[in-house]
């Protein structure tokens, strides 16, 4: 079974932005991660992008989790556009 985790970064381009990142385990690796999925859109805020990314890493996991004041997987309405 995969092991993932979930990362919180600003987006280099533009000032007070967000992206959530998951992030897949290496198989046999300890500390080793690869991309497993991104967000498509920025965040307004930190804690924005950590809901949202946190219904794609239970997702990712297969864990049921709800979270009212997520957006939904998939970045349906994310604060800042592109």
Known sequence: MASYCLQIIPDPDQDETFRWIVLEQEANEALVF????ASECDFDSWASALDAGTL??????GQPYENEAADPVGDADCSKGD
């Open 56 to 61: 794609a890493l239970a997702a990712a996991e």
């Open 34 to 37: 690869k991309p497993h999925s």
